[in-house]
Each structure stands twice: as structure tokens, then as C-alpha cells.
């Protein structure tokens, strides 16, 4: 089956700059990746999504990156906010398949 | 419009016993998920539905059965509890698989979580 892997684990910015988060996935036939965003106490909610027919996307202060030959994708948030401070969660999934397949999160802390 | 909703929110069980957390959604969506969360781990996922009567096994169904009696519900049950099934347990419901092609965003919209202890 799948397996994600998501680096780094905690993640501390300073306001306003950019903060990266890393993915690897181990199923070539995965073309399906979005990340979910976990505040405080709160449920996962999608941010971002790409599909493996484009190689980035953007909106507004956040965008995904993926290289297909490497297996791997990549969250990019700039100019850093203190409501960015989340846990950040990558999966991945592929055609004909309903699971997703989630990375282990990455806490991302927004240092004032 | 409230989405998915997850009951009971808290519960404390001791060991042995049993319960089941329910899911109901709203949004007429074909297939809904059970996922656990642990600290480290991410989210696991236990159980899913793709569509009323039908489940099928996650990465980790061991102690756990479900059902699908109708679309807008699907149940977690734990039979005899276990203290290693101390979790956050999220409840997730989508419109269409992530991968069934353009136009189909396969967004997961998940409840806000039951959190259980077993002592």
C-alpha cells in the first residue's frame, strides 16, 4: 500500500517568512495530493490540492509543488501569519483508489 | 446545514467494555471514513464506506467493526475496549474518491472529533 512521509515534524518561522513542509510517497500510481490543515482542538480542513497532471498551484500565500520523478511534494507558505501557527497533514491517494493515506503531521509554530 | 456531526464528543470506557460513536452527515455524500488520530501518528484509517451497505478495512480495523444501514450514517463500534484504543476519532465524509478524475476535488469534510479514553 501507500506510504507518506512528511518532514519536518515541528517547524518554528518567524512572522512574515516562509515556511516549507516536505512529503515523499512511496506508490508511483498516486496522482492525488492534498493538504489538510489542523488547528488547536479543531478537525482537518483541506487548504490545497494537486493533481499529478500539474507540477504547482497556487493560492494566494500558499502553494504545492510536486515532482512526479522524485515522488515527492512539497507545501510552501509565505509571508508567515501568527493563524498559520497549525498542524499541517500531506496524503496522497491514486485513480480508482478511495483512501487517503495521510503523512504524520507537521507542527508549525508562528514566532511573533 | 450541519455538515458532519459526531456523537458522543468525549466518553471514558474501562476496559472491556463496549460502545459505539456515530457519524451522521448531511451532505448526501457517497462515501464516509473512520480515521484515529495519535500524537506522532497522524491519521489512521480505521474503516470506510463507499456507499450505503457497504465497508470496507483501513491500515488499522483490528478491534473495531462499522456499518452502513443508511447513507447518511456509519457507526464505530468497539466491542471490548482496550487501553491501546485511547484516540481522537474522526469521522470524515466525500462527495467522490480523490481520484476519479477532473472536477472532482475528493475534499474529505470531517467532524470535529470524539475524543475517547480507556482506562
Known amino acids: 500500500g501507500e506510504n507518506v512521509e512528511q518532514h519536518p515534524s515541528t517547524l518554528s518561522v518567524q512572522e512574515g517568512d516562509s515556511a516549507v513542509i516536505k512529503c515523499t510517497y512511496s506508490?508511483?500510481?498516486?496522482?492525488?495530493f492534498p493538504w489538510y490543515k489542523q488547528e488547536l482542538g479543531k478537525r482537518p480542513q483541506l487548504i490545497i490540492d494537486?493533481?499529478?497532471?500539474?507540477g504547482e498551484k497556487k493560492d494566494q500565500r500558499i502553494a504545492v509543488t510536486l515532482n512526479k520523478t522524485a515522488k515527492h511534494f512539497s507545501l510552501h507558505i509565505t509571508e508567515t501569519q501568527p493563524e498559520d501557527s497549525a498542524v499541517y497533514f500531506c496524503a496522497a491517494s491514486s485513480r480508482g483508489n478511495e483512501k487517503l493515506t495521510f503523512g504524520t503531521g507537521t507542527r508549525l509554530t508562528i514566532i511573533p | 446545514n450541519a455538515g458532519v456531526t459526531q456523537t458522543p464528543k468525549f466518553r471514558v470506557l474501562k476496559t472491556g467494555q463496549s460502545m459505539t460513536l456515530l457519524c451522521a452527515q448531511d451532505?448526501?455524500?457517497?462515501?464516509m471514513y473512520w480515521y484515529r488520530q495519535d500524537p506522532g501518528m497522524g491519521l489512521r484509517l480505521i474503516h470506510y464506506s463507499v456507499g450505503e451497505g457497504t465497508t470496507a478495512k483501513g491500515e488499522v480495523p483490528d478491534g473495531y467493526n462499522v456499518s452502513r444501514l443508511k447513507k447518511q450514517n456509519f457507526l464505530l463500534g468497539l466491542e471490548s475496549a482496550a487501553p491501546s484504543q485511547t484516540s481522537v476519532y474522526f469521522c470524515?465524509?466525500?462527495?467522490?474518491?480523490?481520484?476519479?478524475?477532473?472536477?472532482?476535488?475528493?475534499?474529505?469534510?470531517f467532524g470535529e472529533g470524539s475524543r475517547l479514553t480507556v482506562l
Open positions: 506508490d508511483s500510481a498516486s496522482n492525488y
Open positions: 494537486i493533481r499529478s497532471n500539474v
Open positions: 451532505m448526501n455524500h457517497e462515501y
Open positions: 470524515a465524509s466525500s462527495p467522490f474518491s480523490g481520484a476519479r478524475g477532473p472536477g472532482n476535488t475528493g475534499e474529505l469534510f
